[in-house]
């Protein structure tokens, strides 16, 4: 069993946890995720690694309550433990030889963005950081950023609190004045990332997208992290959970992948009404 040592609600659907994992907080780097299990009979879950503490033994996880499981997740209070908690799974971002980088995250996403724009900041590279959201009550992580990123840029898409409108409008204003990257990486929605990718391919700036949004058990066997990828004119499939979370953007099928990642919408749905009924008449 693995204790929860803090939890922290960071707006009214996100939630952020500090799980005990020595193994895990050991090995862990930035881009990588784990697998949990809330309880012997629930189903498992992918979750980036948002933070770890190897001395304390802690692993960060920041999670959005959108089905059965997050929603049986976010009933779990500081004390109280989980049943399974293995990683650390996936590829870590590559971070070798970038000297200067542009993140950009949306959302939850966000949440994986964040230990990406530490890890080079940690590493001394000129961090600008971009993140967006849909309305300021949304916003998350906006002081972890800053103290990371040498250039903050936050905006909202209803205008409720800093800049008004979406992330590439700040990347398009930077890129158009001459602003030159080693490397874009975006983290978020798929509608996102796509636009995010449109935006820097006029100017060959290099772009990495994290596609953990898709990943659903973590194993690749559900299918449902299956991508198309275009490479050198052939059509290559590759699975998020194993293969990636990253992936060269411009490679991406992205209407595909946000095709298929509609599959299990109402499924989750209608799960999580009836784990929100549960715990209700409980």
Do not use: W
């Not at 189903?43 to 049986?72: D, M, S, W, Y």
């Not at 602003?179 to 509608?191: A, K, N, Q, Y």
């Amino acid at each position: 069993m693995y204790r929860i040592v803090r939890k922290k609600a960071l707006n009214p659907t996100v939630t952020q946890m500090e799980i005990e994992a020595p193994l895990v907080a050991k090995k862990a780097k930035p881009g990588q995720f784990i697998i949990l299990r809330v309880d012997a009979d629930g189903e498992r879950i992918p979750l980036t690694v948002a933070g770890t503490n190897p001395e304390e033994g802690t692993v960060k996880v920041i999670f959005q309550i959108v089905g059965a499981t997050t929603e049986r997740l976010n009933h779990k209070n500081q004390g109280e433990s989980i049943q399974d908690f293995v990683g650390p799974l996936g590829k870590p971002t590559e971070t070798e030889g970038i000297r200067k980088v542009c993140i950009v995250g949306g959302g939850v996403g966000c949440a994986i963005a964040m230990p990406v724009a530490q890890e080079f900041h940690r590493l001394g590279a000129e961090v600008t950081s971009i993140i967006g959201f849909r309305s300021k009550d949304l916003l998350i992580l906006e002081d972890e950023f800053r103290a990371c990123s040498d250039r903050l840029v936050v905006m909202t898409d209803d205008g409720s609190y800093a800049r008004h409108g979406n992330v590439t409008v700040p990347l398009k204003e930077m890129l158009e004045a001459g602003e030159t990257f080693d490397e874009i990486i975006t983290i978020g929605p798929l509608i996102m990332m796509k636009f995010v990718t449109l935006t820097a391919k006029p100017f060959g700036v290099p772009v990495t997208v994290s596609m953990n949004p898709i990943m659903i058990d973590g194993t690749g066997m559900c299918g449902g992290c299956r991508l198309t990828l275009n490479r050198d004119g052939k059509k290559v499939t590759k699975f998020a959970c194993v293969d990636g979370p990253d992936f060269n953007a411009y490679e991406i099928d992205f209407d595909e992948a946000m095709s298929r990642s509609r599959m299990y919408f109402d499924y989750e749905r209608h799960a999580h009404e009836e784990a929100c009924n549960l715990f209700k008449n409980a």
